[in-house]
């Protein structure tokens, strides 16, 4: 395979992780719209949750047992320890901590709190040597500066407001001005950016841990269905622990059973398999690298379905987070291309090296012609 095939070749093995994170982050987008209408509904939290898991399992399940039957001999003790720390960082405690924050909140808050995900998996993958920092690589460098530019525009559109834009608005407001029962508003904003800050830690913590858990065990679907079966019973335990109302557990025909059947089957089910074939390709801080444009999607998505204005903030915090996220993709894709080319040369040089000294040799083995 000549050279322009190799790159044409890697090329397109660079498309499709690209495009499913796009896909994967648009599915948390509307999901993350639909648990805001629930939340401030009055729907319970740790129920909501709950279910979420549960739909999840009933989905995944059979797919990992149909498409992967061979990983069960795979499994082992380590495999299923991994198994929990995944259900649990990436399941029931990342939820927990971002639901309850999605209620004291807004959904453009949380989701702008999640860009710290990037920031803290990159340290967190350096230090754990997941990553390789290459501070004196323009690689490196632009990995470095990408971070830190989408962690102020996330501060930027958090914390500046300005002056509201109100182009699109369609006068839509789905939640109907309902009050939300999980907090009291003292304080509520200060609690919220706390726990949305631990669903960060949490979420970064989950994606080292499946980097882990991917070269031990190397099947998505089954470390999906392993996610989310734990994920369920820790959810449920909790739930049943803390929630005496039961009419909380009814789910009639509305808003609350789609939101529990699109929360677990698209960002449980669905999500879990792209992030774990994402990670095992790229590692984990490609797959936070694409947080930022969840957060760009609710921002449009908020006008027009939950009829709340955009502001100056909001706009110029999204575009530095998505210039931030273009800069941290070019540097990985720099570093990509500084690898490929240390093999092919050294590949060159050990053949030459070869050439060099068989030479000799089969030259001593030829007959003298003179």
Known sequence: MNMDNLYSVEATGNVKPVLLMIVLQTLYAVVNIMLKMV??????LSVLIAYRFIFASVFIIPLALFFERKSVQSVTGQVLLLGFLCGLFGGSL???????????????????????????????SVVLRFEKSNLGTPGGKAKLVGTLTGVGGAMILTFYKGRSLCL????????????????????????????????????????????????????????????????????????????RDWNQWKLDWNMRLLTAASAGILASGVCYTLLAWCVRRKGPL?????GPLMLVIVSLSEPLVLNKCLNIGSVTGSVLIVGGLYMLLWGKSKEKEMEQSEMVSSKGFVQCEAIHVTNPSLARSQPNRA
Do not use: R
């Open 286 to 290: 490609f797959a936070s690298a694409f």
């Open 94 to 124: 990342l939820q927990g901590l971002y639901v309850k924050s999605l209620a004291l909140t807004t959904a453009v808050f949380v989701t702008a709190m999640l860009n710290l995900v990037p920031a803290v998996t990159y340290i967190m």
């Open 168 to 243: 699109w608005s369609t006068h839509i407001d789905l939640l109907h001005h309902t009050p939300s029962p999980h907090g009291a508003p003292t304080g509520s904003l200060l609690w919220g950016c706390v726990l949305a800050f631990g669903a960060a830690l949490s979420y970064s913590l989950w994606l080292i841990i499946q980097t882990k858990m991917s070269e031990k065990f190397p099947w998505h679907y089954s470390i999906a269905a392993l996610t989310s079966a734990t994920a369920s019973i820790l959810s449920v335990t909790f739930a049943l622990s803390t929630e």
């Open 39 to 44: 939340a401030d509904d009055g729907m319970s």
